[in-house]
């Protein structure tokens, strides 16, 4: 079935450690997208990739890096976690032209 | 800069009611409009988009949506609620501009409860 994958659903992480989210989609998308969601704040943009290769900053982007070394995979790497970080993180991805968003299934982390 | 506003953090409605959920949104260039659903501890269900053409959408679930362009509005609505519909519900807007990213910017959510 296609659509996208995200790795782990859930993760208790110690506050310090480094963490990757892992996303991959084999809809050959070229746009992908990592959302932070909060309560009461919606789903918040962190990091974007137009296409292989090519990332941009999102609304907040601070202590999140990303890279994008193939059309499929989009991990979001937490360098040193903080409490502020513990959310639900969604993946999604879209394909040229489209106007279609497909989004994964969700991560739920808590840094503690 | 592109952002949504749905102004309302809760509606709350009897079942057999007819039901609306607000959606304001700003951006340059012209806007692709979009409402999402989300049932507890699931992941983002489409329901619907506007892109171009009829300003009334109609969607998944009975749902539709109205394309103001005046008052720089998508609000959804249904004109019979089911208890069922219970869920919190997203409004997103993404504008192809000159950068062309595509990016998908939604508001804060709306929880929507439907009473029997």
């Known amino acids: 079935i296609a659509g996208i994958t995200q790795a782990p659903t859930s993760q208790i992480l110690a506050a310090g450690r480094r963490m990757t989210l892992r996303c991959t989609q084999d809809m050959r998308h070229n746009a992908m997208y990592w959302y932070r969601q909060d309560l009461g704040l919606g789903l918040r943009l962190i990091h974007y990739s137009n296409t292989a290769g090519t990332t941009g900053k999102g609304e907040v982007p601070d202590g999140y890096s990303v890279s994008r070394a193939n059309t499929d995979d989009f991990p979001l790497t937490l360098a040193s976690a903080v409490p502020s970080q513990t959310s639900v993180y969604f993946c999604?991805?879209?394909?040229?032209?489209?106007?279609?968003?497909?989004f994964g299934s969700g991560t739920r982390l808590t840094v503690v | 800069a592109q952002s949504v506003a749905q102004p309302e953090d809760q509606v709350n409605v009897a079942e057999g009611n007819p039901l609306t959920v607000k959606c304001t949104y700003s951006v340059s260039g012209n806007p692709y409009l979009f409402w999402y659903v989300q049932y507890p501890n699931r992941g983002l269900q489409f329901l619907l988009k506007y892109i171009t053409g009829d300003n009334l959408v109609k969607g998944s679930y009975g749902f539709e949506a109205e394309f103001n362009k005046s008052q720089t509005s998508f609000h959804l609505k249904k004109p019979s609620a089911l208890v069922s519909d219970s869920a919190l519900y997203f409004c997103a807007v993404s504008a192809y501009g000159s950068s062309n990213t595509g990016k998908l910017i939604f508001g804060q959510g709306t929880t929507l409860q439907v009473k029997p």
């Open positions: 999604a991805s879209r394909g040229t032209g489209g106007h279609g968003y497909t």
